[in-house]
C-alpha cells in the first residue's frame, strides 16, 4: 500500500516526446508519462501542425509523480542528463521551436527548483555552452494523438527507435541503474 501521497506533475519538453516519454517511464516514482503539447497558441493543435514549427507548441512529456519516491530535483536531473540543454531549437537532427528544451513548471517551487538547478549547471560548467532551457508558463496541455503514446515500446524495431531512442534509452539506463523500475514491472512507479 503506498499510503496517502498525493502524486504531482512535472511538463518538460526536450526534444522528441517519444525519447521523453521513453526515459521517465523508467524511473521508480513514475506513475504516468503522456506525450503531448503545450506552450502555444493553437487550440487542440494535431501532431501534423505541431510539426510545423508555428503553432509555439513544444512537443513535451506530462509526468506524474510520487514526491515521496521521486522528487522534481531527481526528475530535472534526469531531464538535463539526457538532452543538450545548450542547443536552441534543436535536438539532434529534430530541429524547430517545437524541439526546443523546455521546463513548464506548475508550481513555484519547482520554477524555483528549475531556476536554481539551471544557475548551478551553468556555473559549474557541466555543459560546453550555456543552458539555453527556457523557463515558460503552463498553458494547456494537449495529449498527443493516441499513437504517439508508448511509441518506443510499440515501436522498437522502427528506424528512429532503433537509432536515437535506444542508445538514449541505454545511456540512460547505466547512468541512472539505481532509480530504474523493477524489470518488468509497470505498475511499480
Request: hydrophobic residues 35%; aromatic residues 10%.
Amino acid at each position: 500500500m503506498s499510503g496517502t501521497n498525493e502524486l504531482a506533475q512535472a511538463t518538460l519538453g526536450a526534444g522528441c516526446f517519444w525519447c521523453v516519454e521513453a526515459v521517465f517511464q523508467e524511473l521508480a516514482g513514475v506513475k504516468e508519462v503522456v506525450p503531448g503539447y503545450t506552450g502555444g497558441h493553437v487550440p487542440s493543435p494535431t501532431y501534423e501542425q505541431v510539426c510545423s514549427g508555428t503553432t509555439g507548441h513544444a512537443e513535451v512529456a506530462r509526468i506524474t509523480y510520487d514526491p515521496a519516491r521521486i522528487s522534481f530535483a531527481d526528475l530535472l536531473e534526469v531531464f538535463w542528463r539526457t538532452h543538450d540543454p545548450t542547443t536552441l531549437n534543436r535536438q539532434g537532427a529534430d530541429v524547430g521551436t517545437q524541439y526546443r528544451s523546455v521546463i513548464f513548471p506548475h508550481t513555484g517551487e519547482q520554477r524555483r527548483v528549475a531556476e536554481e538547478m539551471k544557475a548551478a549547471l551553468d556555473a559549474s560548467g557541466a555543459f560546453p555552452a550555456p543552458i539555453v532551457t527556457s523557463l515558460e508558463p503552463l498553458g494547456a496541455f494537449h495529449p498527443a494523438e493516441s499513437y504517439h503514446h508508448d511509441y518506443y515500446a510499440r515501436n522498437g524495431s522502427q528506424g528512429y527507435c532503433a537509432y536515437v531512442i535506444a542508445p538514449k534509452l541505454e545511456k540512460f539506463r547505466k547512468a541512472f541503474a539505481d532509480r530504474l523500475k523493477p524489470s518488468g514491472d509497470e505498475a511499480a512507479g
